[in-house]
């Protein structure tokens, strides 16, 4: 698993990759000491996974993140500060760890990751043959507690990221499956559902009507009322698949 690492501490970054170097599987394929060349580093390396610090001189970790368009890597933060926890886990990270890292605790965090890769070869909620692509005509089981729906991929409208899960809206019904939202892009049909943005993923068919919205990024409102912000980056990629 390609990964790299974001501190803006030199020392922190070679404690941390010699202590992954007892985990073969963790391919360390560059580090970056602030968010502006981290950016660069994804953009480039494209890595599926970041060890990343939290409070850093200018973007902190959390701006980082909010400012990766497209795909995102899987995140393991890193960090001295224990009050950012629960923001951190908002932004859908795998762990959190706390300076100075133990071996022991970034073994069960590596654990978490390798456990995460296991859901989405072997996805549990949604497709009954995990490798073909699925497309608006295609009806799937969907299970949340103790309710379970058999629905039509095309009245989902939209598909929203929370954390290791993803809500699906369709109808009056907002269920949650254990997935994530990138495993989820990979397996539908990129005709009809895009992904607006690192937290959502909208079903073309439902657009009801489109702005401009900041920085060069567009606003989309959806038929039954939501509305979902395409960055900047995709929204370059959305005017050229609807041909705008």
């Known amino acids: 698993m390609k990964a790299l690492i974001v501190d ?23 580090e970056a000491p602030n968010a502006d060349e981290a950016l660069k580093l994804i953009d480039e390396l494209q890595p599926e996974l970041l060890f990343l610090d939290i409070q850093m001189p200018g973007k902190n970790g959390f701006e980082l993140l909010s400012s990766i368009e497209g795909k995102s890597p899987e995140v393991i933060f890193t960090t001295a500060y224990d009050e950012y926890a629960i ?22 965090a590596i654990h978490r990751v390798e456990e995460n890769q296991h859901q989405h070869t072997e996805p549990e909620a949604i497709p ?14 969907v299970k949340d507690g103790e309710k379970c729906w058999f629905v039509k991929l095309g009245k989902v409208r939209l598909f929203e990221s929370m954390g290791n899960y993803v809500r699906l809206h369709f109808d009056d019904q907002k269920p949650l499956v254990l997935k994530s939202l990138n495993s989820l892009e990979d397996r539908l049909d990129p005709n009809t559902f895009f992904r607006a943005n690192r937290k959502h993923i909208i079903n073309l068919q439902w657009i009801e009507k489109i702005e401009p919205w900041f920085s060069g990024g567009l606003l989309v409102n959806l038929r039954g009322g939501d509305k979902i912000e395409i960055s900047r980056r995709q929204a370059i990629r959305f005017k050229e698949l609807m041909s705008l």
């Open 128 to 141: 009954r043959e995990n490798t073909r692509m699925l497309g608006e005509n295609d009806q799937v089981f």
């Open 87 to 108: 923001k951190a886990f908002e932004y859908n990270a795998l762990d959190y760890l706390l300076k100075p890292i133990d071996l022991p605790r970034l073994s069960e």
């Open 8 to 30: 803006d501490e030199r020392l922190a970054r070679n404690e941390l990759r010699r202590l992954l170097d007892n985990f073969p599987k963790i391919e360390i394929i560059g």
